[in-house]
């Protein structure tokens, strides 16, 4: 069964930091674009960031350039989202998803798996 299972969600303070886990189970990543999306209450899901399987191409919603970061290992079968300079704006929950995508280089806004996302909370 193919899974997709975010971790590293938690309570932090402006400014602080969070690396956000994505990992996968009952498939390899290698050949799949990777977007993050968040949903904050009340608000439509927004995307964030997404990383082509190639992992040579990366995109960012203007809220989140030069503050985050997607990267994958595909040695662990995981891609990551690093948060700094966190803000009470980015609290929502944090999910990942997957699509396999014909040209490696590319990402998408569209995807055919999600996880069950993770809970940020940036708060003093």
């Known amino acids: 069964q193919l899974q997709l299972v975010e971790s590293g969600g938690g309570l932090v303070q402006p400014g602080g930091s969070l690396r956000l886990s994505c990992a996968a189970s009952g498939f390899t990543l290698d050949y799949y674009a990777i977007g993050w999306f968040r949903q904050a209450p009340g608000k439509e899901r927004e995307g964030v960031s997404c990383?082509?399987?190639?992992?040579?191409?990366?995109n960012y919603a203007d809220s989140v350039k030069g503050r985050f970061t997607i990267s994958r290992d595909n040695a662990k079968n995981t891609v990551y989202l690093q948060m700094n300079s966190l803000k009470p704006e980015d609290t929502a929950v944090y999910y990942c998803a997957a699509r396999i995508l014909p040209d490696q280089t590319m990402c998408t806004t569209v995807y055919d798996y999600w996880g069950q996302g993770t809970q940020v909370t940036v708060s003093s």
């Open positions: 990383i082509s399987s190639s992992g040579d191409s990366t």
